[in-house]
Structures are given as structure tokens and as C-alpha cells.
């Protein structure tokens, strides 16, 4: 019982949470509200006892928001994405092509015959879905995990221009114009001395 109303109230959520990405007014509400969109997923594929699944999603999501987040931070004109944009464009035929594909899923949940499992499940279903999703690219995947944290690294370094205590590294250096002005100071004293 506890498990249906869990079912519900998570998949209600998921959907009220993704149509809030296309209605707040800003990238840091809308990237947040995404976030919530994948969590109520990812606690949906837990509860239906898709553990490995349920908990990768969750991990990526919020390792994906969260690098999202710091590249708004970073690199966008207005302070971290929370000045207020338009989320939606080309309104009129955006709202048609959404309202066109929903009809044709709903239509083909509805009308589809779906096929009757053959077989029987492996022993161990995380271990076989690790090997269906991983197996012959676990390399490139390893590869490619080690360059993503190249990236941000190198963002991170690049988007910044302070050292390493947060300040500026040449902000106790003197200035030309003032190392002028004492070089001259000082031949006006030893002139004067003269």
C-alpha cells in the first residue's frame, strides 16, 4: 500500500518538477528544478527495486546540476544565472510540437502490444546490466570520466585570476607609474644633497 502511494506521489512530483523547468524565469531555478525532476525518478526506479539503476542516476544528476551550477557561476553575464530570462522561446510552435508528441506516446502506450517476457532473470541483475551497459566501452568510459574532470579542472583555473590565498598576486607589487615617482624622488634628494 505504502509502496503505490510512495509510486504516485514521487511520479507527480517528477512531472510537476520537469514543467517547472520551463516556468521559472531563471537558469539556477530551472537547473535545480531539473535536479528535482531526476531525484523523484531515480527514488522511483529504487522503489520499484531497480537499485543500480536507481542509485546512478541519482549520483549523475547531482554531479551533473552541481557542475552545471558552477559553470552558471563561472561564466554567465548575469550573477549565477538568478537574474530573471525567458526559459521559453518560439512559444506558439514549441507548445504544438510538445501537445503533438505527447499524443503520439500516449497513443502508443495505448495501442502498442508489448511483448511477454522470455526467459527467465539472471541471478545477479545488476551484474548483467553493468556488463549490457559497460562491458565492451569500459575503457572509453574511463577515458572520457578522466577528461570531464580535465574540463572542470581547467575551467575552474581558467575562470579565476586570483592566487592561491584569494588575492590578487600582483596587488603588493609596485605600479610603474609609482616606481617612476620614487626613482624620481629619490635623484631630487641626492641632488639636493649635491
Same mark, same amino acid.
Given at each position: 500500500?505504502?509502496?503505490?502511494?510512495?509510486?504516485?506521489?514521487?511520479?507527480?512530483?517528477?512531472?510537476?518538477?520537469?514543467?517547472?523547468?520551463?516556468?521559472?524565469?531563471?537558469?539556477?531555478?530551472? !537547473?535545480?528544478?531539473?535536479?528535482?525532476?531526476?531525484?523523484?525518478?531515480?527514488?522511483?526506479?529504487?522503489?520499484?527495486?531497480?537499485?543500480?539503476?536507481?542509485?546512478?542516476?541519482?549520483? %549523475?544528476?547531482?554531479?551533473?546540476?552541481? *557542475? %552545471?551550477?558552477?559553470? %552558471?557561476?563561472?561564466?554567465?553575464?548575469?550573477?549565477?544565472?538568478?537574474?530573471?530570462? !525567458?526559459?521559453?522561446?518560439?512559444?506558439?510552435?514549441?507548445?504544438?510540437?510538445?501537445?503533438?508528441?505527447? *499524443?503520439?506516446?500516449?497513443?502508443?502506450?495505448?495501442t502498442v502490444r508489448?511483448?511477454?517476457?522470455?526467459?527467465? &532473470?539472471?541471478?545477479?541483475?545488476?551484474?548483467?546490466?553493468?556488463?549490457?551497459?559497460m562491458g565492451p566501452?569500459?575503457?572509453?568510459? %574511463?577515458?572520457?570520466?578522466?577528461?570531464?574532470?580535465? !574540463?572542470?579542472?581547467?575551467?575552474?583555473?581558467?575562470? !579565476?585570476?586570483?592566487?592561491?590565498?584569494?588575492?590578487?598576486? +600582483?596587488?603588493?607589487?609596485?605600479? &610603474?607609474?609609482?616606481?617612476?615617482?620614487?626613482?624620481? +624622488?629619490? +635623484? +631630487?634628494?641626492?641632488?639636493?644633497?649635491?
Amino acid at each position: 500500500m505504502w509502496r503505490d502511494a510512495a509510486f504516485w506521489i514521487l511520479a507527480v512530483l517528477s512531472v510537476g518538477t520537469g514543467a517547472a523547468v520551463f516556468v521559472v524565469d531563471s537558469m539556477a531555478r530551472a !537547473t535545480f528544478a531539473l535536479l528535482a525532476s531526476f531525484l523523484c525518478v531515480g527514488a522511483v526506479l529504487l522503489l520499484i527495486d531497480l537499485h543500480y539503476l536507481g542509485v546512478l542516476v541519482v549520483l %549523475m544528476m547531482i554531479m551533473e546540476m552541481l *557542475v %552545471m551550477a558552477v559553470f %552558471m557561476i563561472m561564466y554567465m553575464m548575469n550573477p549565477a544565472g538568478l537574474m530573471p530570462m !525567458t526559459m521559453v522561446h518560439n512559444h506558439r510552435n514549441a507548445l504544438g510540437i510538445s501537445a503533438g508528441v505527447f *499524443v503520439l506516446l500516449a497513443g502508443g502506450i495505448l495501442t502498442v502490444r508489448w511483448p511477454h517476457r522470455e526467459g527467465a &532473470p539472471p541471478a545477479d541483475p545488476t551484474r548483467a546490466l553493468g556488463e549490457a551497459l559497460m562491458g565492451p566501452k569500459m575503457l572509453v568510459m %574511463m577515458v572520457i570520466g578522466l577528461a570531464i574532470l580535465a !574540463t572542470m579542472i581547467a575551467s575552474v583555473v581558467l575562470a !579565476t585570476h586570483r592566487g592561491r590565498y584569494d588575492q590578487d598576486e +600582483h596587488e603588493h607589487e609596485p605600479q &610603474p607609474q609609482d616606481a617612476h615617482e620614487h626613482h624620481a +624622488h629619490e +635623484h +631630487h634628494g641626492h641632488g639636493g644633497a649635491a
